[in-house]
């Protein structure tokens, strides 16, 4: 399943994201815009890994004084691509 989320708060603006369905494994994440080697380095890091262990360590991690982050938004993104395919 490919996903286009649109980022709130953040410098990214989006995050194109690719889960297998079926195992709720990512296997792709592209960050459009935000600090290139982190957003990269997140990347990196996520391929391969099971949604919910992903949303488990990035979900309310603040940049600064922002009540959000890059990794936040994708543990965003992530817990609603399970809603739509109904494991959330």
């Known amino acids: ?3 286009v989320f649109e980022t709130q708060g953040t410098c990214s603006r989006h995050i194109l994201i690719d889960v ?3 195992t709720g494994i ?3 994440v592209q960050f459009i815009g935000g600090c290139n080697g982190n957003t990269k380095g997140i ?3 996520v391929r391969g890994q099971k949604m919910d262990d992903v949303i488990g360590r990035l979900e309310g991690i603040c940049c600064g004084a922002k009540s959000t982050s890059c990794p936040d938004q994708l543990a965003i993104a992530l817990k609603g691509i399970k809603e739509d395919i109904g494991e959330g």
Do not use: A
């Open 43 to 45: 990347s990196s890091l």
């Open 26 to 28: 990512i296997n792709d």
């Open 20 to 22: 297998d369905e079926k």
């Open 1 to 3: 399943m490919k996903t």
